[in-house]
């Protein structure tokens, strides 16, 4: 017991301990610093980054493309170090401009004159006044015109679409299931 | 030692205390100095990248959402100054890939081309549009041209320029496109290379379809992503037509002007309990993807719609109106007897039937089945001018009828109290000469006929599609110039005159009225009976109308009748319209409503 005691009192009292006390407290202080400085980085960068795909998202950047480097960036851009395959980010103001392109091909191809041909090719023919049987269909639908959105009149939307974990405190959450739980009991209680 | 090292150690502890404490002196320094503003300046002037967006042109739909007018992507091509090598190379390649461009293919072209490559970029800016509408096929022209400069063995040698295409930039931009070619055309019009909505409806939404780009700084740093300025996009727009019927009734107009010799025409077909336009056709259409053709297809004399731009005489379809008014005023009844004597004098200017010949005792109905001029002069005699004129200017005549298609003309009705109204005019103004308009408003006007004596505006558009709602405005009738009995009257008069001379325009199926027109065209020398307008006006079924066509064939040469030519017509654009709109024939309807 006593060499356990002259032990502990050695330690406490040894000179190179309060050196290394302040060294510890020192190198934990810059580690907490540099833990600081490393999160703030990590999630700005990761802001940053994501503020950039955003942007990119939204429009070209560099407004153009160069004609001469076209292939080359497309190779760029889908390839990266490590051999793997990345999709080409296409800004939604040209997503929209290949969009109305593509409305604009359908459009073409199944525009009066192809349909009228295409039909003909299939061996289809006009019909004629005197070939078609009209029956009374109860209940059918006359061919309504085109409703391409919503009328003006105000449309209430789904509060229930967004989860209410997104919306609540954990106050409100606590008070809720509270809210909850005392009802079931409100219930169980009641004959 | 122990002393020693504690020296050495606060000594380092201080020298490097000292320099940490300097930097951060320095920083706070820079922060603060004067040239820190100016710094800051420079630094803003790259923060910011300016951008120019263009919204969507808003597509142009028929009454069922089949697309009438879209947009395409073509390219803006430019010349980015700062990367331009060889201002040479890319005029030659520019010059020549678009030489069968249209707007690019001409001698100047390679000059503004190296010209603008050439130029500096301190005293402007670096990016500069070369050319516009570039397709896709071009494009690939021009990448396949670049790309082989780009693989071309390097020339040696002092003041020898590369040859390369580096500095030719392009970007993906929309231009107006319409799927169905020349369906509709002259109700459309187009959109020119400024963008802008030339003729139809194109030019009368152009404010509506055509959002307007806009120019704004957009912030490169990141942290500000998101905060992009809205542009929305032009409105879409729904029409009235109805894309089948439309190119039936287009291709039965096109047959007509074969089979009459007529040097021009012009089928308007409307609902009459509406006012909706279903189909427009009139001549000449034109590939509205080609509109830069526009000058060698109508010249300045030639509406670009005939049915909205250009008024006429009509002829006896205005004895229409000229009835309805007499009927309605109580001057005349179905059964009023007339002695047609084959003229009548009419402020000092004698009046003549069609044959010149004298029809004898008559009674309305055989005036307006045999449509005689002598009678309808004689009725809008009875009425007297106050009268007559008052009708007229109940059922519009002489006015806009505000269809929203661009290029309206109002017609002329000569009123008494008018510097060039005469007496006479009230004799010939009864069978349609003397008077012009357009076949819209007469069919605006003879909708009261059709319509239990309500007059509807013709209109085009059917709906409005802006910032994710439909808007559907209503159209109130115009006025009600004639009563629901004398609507009614004068529609089984018709009906009974078209039976009572089997004519041309009876639809087999269904029971239709109508009336048809031939007018003597004015020239230099006088009216010439050789050279007509022939028309005819009619709608069905009688007891529900649904269909209201308007025929107009000018100058037929087969025949100058309207009878001849025009009512032809108009029964195959009303059968085909009944097949397509799935109008059953009258004995079939009442079954089925009897059911």
């Given at each position: ?191 | ?329 109580g001057t005349v009844t179905p059964d009023t007897g007339f002695v047609d004597t084959g003229q009548i004098e009419i402020g000092g200017i004698l009046i003549n039937n069609w044959n010149f010949g004298a029809w004898g005792p008559q009674t309305m109905l055989g005036c307006m089945q045999h449509s005689l001029n002598v009678c309808l002069a004689w009725v809008a005699k009875q009425m007297g001018n106050e009268r007559f004129y008052d009708y007229m200017q109940r059922f519009d005549i002489g006015h806009l009828t505000g269809i929203d298609i661009a290029g309206e003309v109002p017609g002329r009705l000569k009123r008494p109290g008018d510097n060039d109204w005469y007496e006479a005019d009230l004799g010939t103004n009864a069978f349609g000469q003397g008077v012009a308009v357009t076949p819209v408003q007469m069919l605006m006007a003879i909708s009261a006929v059709a319509n239990n004596g309500k007059m509807v505006p013709p209109h085009i558009l059917q709906s409005l599609v802006n910032n994710g709602r439909q808007f559907t405005p209503t159209h109130p009738i115009v006025g009600e110039p004639i009563s629901a009995e004398t609507a009614h009257t004068l529609t089984d008069l018709l009906a009974t005159s078209l039976e009572g001379e089997s004519s041309d325009a009876l639809v087999p199926g269904y029971r239709v009225a109508g009336k048809t027109g031939t007018a003597e065209i004015a020239t230099p020398s006088g009216y010439t009976s050789s050279v007509t307008n022939a028309s005819f006006v009619g709608w069905g079924p009688v007891d529900d109308p649904k269909i209201m066509v308007y025929v107009w064939l000018e100058k037929p040469t ?38």
């Amino acid at each position: 017991m006593d060499e356990v005691r002259k032990f502990s009192q050695a330690y406490n009292q040894a000179p190179w301990r309060k050196q290394l006390q302040g060294m510890v407290i020192f190198l934990l202080g810059l580690v907490a610093i540099a833990l600081v400085a490393g999160i703030y980085l990590s999630v700005t960068s990761a802001a940053a980054t994501t503020g950039r795909q955003i942007q990119e998202m939204q429009i070209r950047m560099d407004s153009s493309y160069r004609i001469e480097q076209v292939e080359t960036s497309t190779e760029e851009t889908n390839t990266q170090a490590s051999g793997s395959v990345q999709e080409e980010v296409i800004p939604i103001e040209e997503l929209k401009i290949q969009i109305a392109d593509l409305e604009a091909k359908l459009a073409e191809e199944t525009s009066t004159t192809v349909m009228h041909d295409r039909a003909l090719q299939m061996g289809f023919v006009p019909t004629q006044p005197d070939t078609v049987t009209y029956v009374r269909v109860p209940e059918s639908l006359v061919r309504q015109t085109a409703h391409l959105a919503p009328s003006p009149s105000p449309v209430t939307t789904n509060p229930e679409i967004l989860s209410s974990a997104y919306k609540e405190s954990l106050i409100d959450w606590l008070s809720h299931q509270l809210a909850l739980a005392s009802r079931r009991f409100q219930q169980e209680v009641q004959p | 030692m122990k002393k020693e090292l504690h020296w050495r150690y606060s000594a380092l502890a201080i020298f490097f205390s000292t320099i940490a404490f300097l930097i951060i002196v320095q920083i706070v320094r820079i922060q603060l100095s004067p040239s820190a503003e100016e710094f800051r300046k420079q630094a803003s002037n790259y923060k910011h990248s300016l951008h120019t967006y263009y919204p969507k042109r808003g597509d142009i739909y028929d009454r069922f959402g089949r697309l009438l007018a879209g947009n395409q992507q073509t390219y803006e091509l430019a010349v980015n100054l700062y990367l331009v090598k060889s201002p040479e190379t890319i005029a030659n390649v520019v010059s020549r890939v678009l030489s069968d461009h249209v707007g690019y293919n001409n001698s100047e072209y390679y000059d503004r081309v190296f010209r603008i490559a050439s130029s500096s970029p301190i005293s402007g800016p670096a990016y500069i549009p070369v050319a516009n509408y570039v397709t896709e096929a071009e494009l690939s022209k021009l990448k396949e041209a670049a790309q082989s400069y780009v693989t071309m063995p390097v020339k040696k040698g002092k003041n020898v320029i590369q040859p390369s295409m580096q500095g030719l930039v392009f970007q993906p931009r929309l231009q107006r496109v319409y799927p169905e070619g020349e369906l509709a055309s002259p109700v459309l019009g187009f959109v020119n290379f400024d963008g802008v909505g030339v003729y139809g409806v194109e030019e009368k939404f152009n404010d509506l379809l055509a959002g307007k780009s806009q120019l704004s700084w957009v912030s490169v740093d990141p942290y500000e992503a998101g905060t992009l300025p809205q542009i929305p996009d032009g409105a879409d727009i729904i029409l009235t037509l109805d894309r089948e019927v439309q190119a039936a009734v287009e291709r039965i107009l096109d047959e007509a002007l074969v089979s009459s010799g007529s040097e021009a025409g012009t089928v308007v077909v409307m609902n009459p309990e509406t006012g909706e336009i279903l189909a427009m056709a009139s001549t000449p259409r034109m590939n509205l993807n080609k509109f830069w053709e526009y000058d060698n297809i109508l010249n300045s004399t030639v509406p670009f719609n005939r049915a909205v731009g250009k008024d006429y005489e009509p002829g006896s379809v205005f004895k229409v109106l000229t009835m309805a008014s007499a009927l309605d005023s109580g001057t005349v009844t179905p059964d009023t007897g007339f002695v047609d004597t084959g003229q009548i004098e009419i402020g000092g200017i004698l009046i003549n039937n069609w044959n010149f010949g004298a029809w004898g005792p008559q009674t309305m109905l055989g005036c307006m089945q045999h449509s005689l001029n002598v009678c309808l002069a004689w009725v809008a005699k009875q009425m007297g001018n106050e009268r007559f004129y008052d009708y007229m200017q109940r059922f519009d005549i002489g006015h806009l009828t505000g269809i929203d298609i661009a290029g309206e003309v109002p017609g002329r009705l000569k009123r008494p109290g008018d510097n060039d109204w005469y007496e006479a005019d009230l004799g010939t103004n009864a069978f349609g000469q003397g008077v012009a308009v357009t076949p819209v408003q007469m069919l605006m006007a003879i909708s009261a006929v059709a319509n239990n004596g309500k007059m509807v505006p013709p209109h085009i558009l059917q709906s409005l599609v802006n910032n994710g709602r439909q808007f559907t405005p209503t159209h109130p009738i115009v006025g009600e110039p004639i009563s629901a009995e004398t609507a009614h009257t004068l529609t089984d008069l018709l009906a009974t005159s078209l039976e009572g001379e089997s004519s041309d325009a009876l639809v087999p199926g269904y029971r239709v009225a109508g009336k048809t027109g031939t007018a003597e065209i004015a020239t230099p020398s006088g009216y010439t009976s050789s050279v007509t307008n022939a028309s005819f006006v009619g709608w069905g079924p009688v007891d529900d109308p649904k269909i209201m066509v308007y025929v107009w064939l000018e100058k037929p040469t087969v025949s100058p009748w309207g009878s001849v030519v025009a009512s032809p017509v108009f029964r195959d654009v009303f059968k085909e319209v009944a097949r397509l709109t799935n109008l059953p024939p009258d004995d079939v309807r009442h079954n089925l409503s009897g059911q």
